[in-house]
């Protein structure tokens, strides 16, 4: 069989340099075309990942003859920690690190390390947490930890083992994910999040067994619509359950009272479980529901994504990225890294989940080659 791969060279062609950066005063914030400041940092680590999730990394797309990125291509940790400490400096105050599976790039405690060394303009650490599908998280959460990562996040589509051994789709058991939850909580890590896609049709019925799983557990589950990112993943708008849908399904069991926003550009909408007086009870717990696709959420989108080889995306549904592993390799000093980035974000205008729901527009999107989750990041 022919080697096969997806073709990302002509999303991923900008490289932007601005001649006179316009980069913002001590104190104030960068802000892109609508306003948006930089808060956020997602990382990719590597395009790499050990399951082959349908919504995600397809197995008939994602074979053995799929061709990864060569190392050379990726950043080096110095080369991500230099890129970071630059948009610190512009305003960025948390750091996800993803992939792919981030704990399959190699002594990526290292990286951990050199990045929780970081301080904003203020002195302050940075909030730094990493996505997982907590298939590696028993043995390496305390070195993680260690290393100076604050917080997990772990991606969990059901309890029902052969709902999840079909939805990883290299029969990877729940048990193994639960027991690296565990390992993450002795560890410190938290607090953990868990993170469901639902899709219609497929796992909605995971909906209030895990509800009850975590209940009152410390552990915060999130529920995220089934979102068309990519192009290899088949997305249809009838396999999305609304996230309203979902609240509605888990309050007819275990009463849910609305949660404000504990920082601003939350993506998830958080409701707490009531207590016998009607109220949040804090010990209960809180679920989240992520509702991109029905509720977008672009008007205070904070986020900006890094590729593991350093291509810059301003958006999960970008058609293209911004070089800016050539601006770091081609001797330019740190004010000229930092006037690429600003470049990008000022220009940024995104708002793809708004237009997707605009009758008018919708059409104009259908047929755009959009950069892979495995790719940019979640």
């Known amino acids: 069989m022919a080697e096969r791969f997806i073709p990302l060279v002509d999303l991923r062609s900008s490289i932007v340099r601005a001649a006179r950066p316009r980069l913002p005063e001590p104190g104030s914030a960068l802000v892109d075309m609508r306003g948006r400041p930089l808060r956020d940092l997602r990382i990719s680590v590597t395009d790499r990942c050990n399951f082959r999730c349908s919504y995600c990394m397809p197995k008939e797309v994602f074979d053995k003859d799929y061709r990864y990125l060569p190392h050379a291509s990726l950043l080096s940790f110095e080369e991500i920690t230099r890129l970071a400490r630059q948009f610190v400096a512009l305003g ?3 750091i ?3 992939g792919g599976e981030p704990l399959l790039r190699k002594n990526i405690e290292t990286l951990i390390a050199q990045l929780a060394a970081l301080r904003t303009p203020e002195g302050e650490p940075l909030d730094l947490t990493l996505t997982t ?32 051994r079909r939805m990883n789709d290299v029969d990877f058991p729940v048990a193994e994910v639960l027991d690296g939850i565990e390992a993450a909580r002795e560890a410190g890590l938290g607090p953990i999040k868990v993170n469901m896609v639902v899709k219609r049709g497929t796992n909605e019925h995971q909906i209030l067994p895990m509800a009850r799983h975590f209940r009152a557990t410390g552990v ?14 088949g997305w249809r708008m009838d396999e999305v359950l609304p996230s309203s849908e979902v609240v509605a399904r888990i309050g007819a069991e275990l009463p849910l009272v609305p949660l404000s926003s504990s920082v601003s550009g939350e993506t998830a909408e958080r409701w707490g479980y009531a207590g016998a007086t009607g109220v949040h009870d804090p010990s209960l717990g809180e679920i989240g529901v992520i509702g991109s696709v029905t509720q977008a959420f672009c008007g205070d989108c904070n986020r900006a994504r890094l590729s593991t080889e350093g291509q810059l995306y301003t958006c999960l549904f970008a058609t293209r990225g911004h070089d800016l592993r050539a601006v770091l390799r081609d001797g330019s000093d740190d004010n000229a890294l930092a006037g690429a980035v600003a470049a990008v974000w000022q220009q940024r205008t995104d708002r793809y989940s708004e237009l997707r729901a ?9 047929g755009l080659a959009r950069v892979e989750m495995s790719y940019i990041g979640g």
């Open 220 to 233: 915060v589950l999130r529920f995220i619509e089934y979102m068309d990112v990519g192009s290899t993943n």
């Open 92 to 94: 960025v105050r948390k």
């Open 96 to 98: 996800r690190l993803t």
């Open 358 to 366: 605009d009758p008018t527009a919708a059409p104009m999107l259908a």
């Open 133 to 164: 599908n907590g298939s590696l998280l028993r043995r390496k959460a305390r070195m993680l930890r260690d290393a100076g990562l604050q917080r997990v996040t772990v991606s969990l589509d059901g309890l029902d083992d052969a709902v999840f």
